[in-house]
């Protein structure tokens, strides 16, 4: 294992045990509700939302406890979508990160609730004062959460997910866009809580900006590659799913060369807006390396 | 129509006004999520969670503006929970204040995400500098109603109401707290909305805090008694649900006459509350006396 992966997993196991002290106890009579909660956020997991805030917070010297608990915040907000996402309406996979989704561990009515949970848990630790002593800082970080994960975000691109995937829309333009909400936004989010929580000025986000954007859209390109080629004991989910239901893609639309070449390119390009930090952004390289070799 | 109805009614339409004007508009490919969040929200309700906000916020005189949005901002949430509560796999309902439920006009995706998005926007109308010009005030409001709408309120009582409905839990104490969870958690936030607006001390808070127990739980058997005796031309919805489905209620367990009895008992502790504010709380009293005689 390289040293960046020995890393990249030190980190995860610190957000997994801050996650577990910030989540609710499984006391009361919700308490089934609450079990399924920690399910769903605290299973096996790479954090690579979580190691994108940290990392990149700490380029601009952010706080470590508003770092680790804004990770928080976007590891419940991910793993929200994720259950949602896995229902038997949406794609109605069995499998998740290696484990049984929360509607087959537990049951489609869990599910609905767990993931509606997770995102109030989310806004609830980004307001909390123990996240960060300013609530200035606390109240735009909820905002621009709210804005990442809404219908011009996150939800939004779900949306529209859904209907490529019943091959109402084939245009690429319009695939893009939807990646760039349902993947992109929270990974923009995650760039841009650092310099919020350290007062960052307006040069050191623009930069982060654009590395998030070409990071994210690389992110998913990726993802449609492993989903036409990868095998399910890796990827720990369903795969060849894409291509079941006759959903467009970067790779159906792109090919699988033109399609890898545009991560390639993309790669690149999110490098490029880290110059402005010099030898400090080394962790995040080697994050974009990582992505573009990910095998799962 | 009686002098109170009006003014309820004007009210309401004004929170109606404000929501069309502060939700998102049907643009761009994601627009039909946006429709369908404007047919959840802005559909014909009785906005009684805002009145009870914007109501319990003007003894206090906090800010019209500030009121205004907070109570955009509930009325989101409270969307957003019918919206998922009316889902197939949670209570399977056709109808909700006389219209087809989100599922049915559309389908069971847009309405799981339908809810996901409105839950979103209500954070980003509270965390917005537009609501109020003090981020400690909006920060405060995001981490109440998240908590309010969270595994210990809203969601965790939708949970627990779910067991109760299929015949796990029959004990009158689980049930007044599911209650209190499933629909008090929202409504006391609505009260202590206007203290934080406002800068309210804690005698204050104190009073309108237990004014909202009693207050919430009056509403849910007032309910429960409508469900159990009312008929679907004026609930708009299904009724006679609960006895079919063998669920204890307030009114399985009390009986009609105990239960009518709890629910006065309730709404006078509510008013005695409300003492030292004197006439000024003439607007709190009428609605208290408006959900006793409520028939839908």
């Given amino acids: 294992m ?34 399924a909660m920690r399910y769903a956020a605290l299973g096996p997991g790479k954090r690579l939302r979580p190691y994108l805030l940290i990392e990149s917070g700490r380029l601009v010297d952010a706080d470590e406890q508003a770092l680790l608990h804004a990770a928080c915040a976007v590891e419940c907000m991910h793993a929200y979508s ?8 949406m794609d109605d996979d069995d499998l998740r990160r290696g484990r049984p ?24 630790l980004l307001a909390d004062p123990e996240t960060h002593a300013s609530s200035a800082v606390r109240a735009e970080l909820v905002l621009r959460l709210a804005r990442a994960s809404g219908p011009r975000g996150m939800v939004g691109g779900q949306m529209i997910d859904m209907a490529i995937k019943t091959g109402e829309v084939e245009d690429i333009t319009i695939i893009t866009r939807c990646q760039r909400m349902k993947t992109g936004s929270l990974i923009s989010f995650c ?3 650092g ?24 992110y998913q390109i990726v993802d449609d590659l492993l989903d036409a080629r990868g095998d399910d004991r890796r990827t720990g989910k369903r ?8 959903k467009a893609t970067f790779v159906s639309i792109l090919g699988v060369e033109g399609a890898r070449d545009r991560a390639i390119r993309l790669a690149d390009q999110a490098k490029a807006h880290l110059d402005p930090f010099g030898d400090r952004a080394g962790g995040l390289h080697e994050v974009i390396d990582h992505i573009l070799a990910r095998q799962s």
Avoid at 82 to 89: G, K, N
Avoid at 102 to 122: F, N
């Fill in 101 to 124: 989704t929360v509607h087959r561990e537990y049951d489609e009515v869990t599910a609905v609730l767990v993931g509606d949970a997770l995102q109030s848990q989310a806004f609830e």
């Fill in 2 to 35: 390289s040293t960046f992966q020995d890393y990249l997993a030190a980190l995860a196991d610190r957000v997994t045990v801050a996650l577990n002290d910030l989540l609710p106890c499984p006391t009361g009579p919700e308490k089934h509700l609450i079990s």
């Fill in 239 to 246: 795969i060849g799913k894409d291509a079941d239901q006759g």
């Fill in 195 to 218: 310099p919020v929580i350290a007062g960052a000025d307006g040069d050191v986000r623009l930069a982060l900006e654009g590395f998030a954007h070409d990071l994210g859209l690389c």
């Fill in 82 to 89: 994720l259950v949602h996402d896995d229902l038997p309406c």
């Fill in 191 to 193: 760039v841009e809580a």
